[in-house]
């Protein structure tokens, strides 16, 4: 799997969209600056997630991005795919060509292996990564507050 920083800074740049479109449009400076993203190579990466839906940009004053859909409709397998990512561990990309012209021995492990993740990564969506770092959060909170009030922790 070649997940490079552009289909990474996607899912991340999507879930700081998740995380802070409900009070109105985000703009691209503020997923800067938040994510430590260059904000030409997001502009980049925005205009591939606008082309696929995920995304709808509002223009002018006040102006940024919402999500396309709902968070949990939108699933960090179509992210990386928008981006033209694809999670891929053979190393013909598919064409099983890999040992001198042929298939590999190994060919279809390696295939399957691309599938389950595609299969993973689709059945996560950023509603699911919403709520996995608000309940992390939560208990960060929560420790942080038993260790003020001298609480030992029972894990």
Not at 42 to 64: C, D, M, T, Y
Request: charged share 25%; glycine share 10%.
């Amino acid at each position: 799997m070649r997940l490079s920083t552009k289909g990474r800074y996607a899912v991340t740049a999507m879930l700081d969209l998740a995380l802070n479109g409900s009070e109105g449009p985000v703009t691209l400076a503020d997923i800067s600056e938040n994510q430590g993203i260059s904000l030409s190579y997001l502009e980049q990466l925005f205009a591939s997630l606008r082309s696929k839906s995920l995304v709808r940009g509002v223009r002018g004053p006040g102006g940024g991005y919402y999500l396309g859909r709902a968070s949990d409709e939108i699933s960090i397998a179509d992210i990386i795919c928008a981006v033209d990512e694809w999670v891929e561990f053979t190393r013909c990309s598919g064409k099983q060509n890999c040992h001198d012209g042929q298939r590999c021995l190994t060919h279809n492990l390696w295939d399957d292996l691309s599938q389950q993740i595609f299969v993973f990564l689709s059945d996560i969506t950023l509603a699911d990564l919403v709520e996995r770092g608000v309940e992390r959060e939560g208990k960060r909170k929560g420790s942080q507050v038993a260790a003020a009030l001298g609480i030992k922790s029972v894990a």
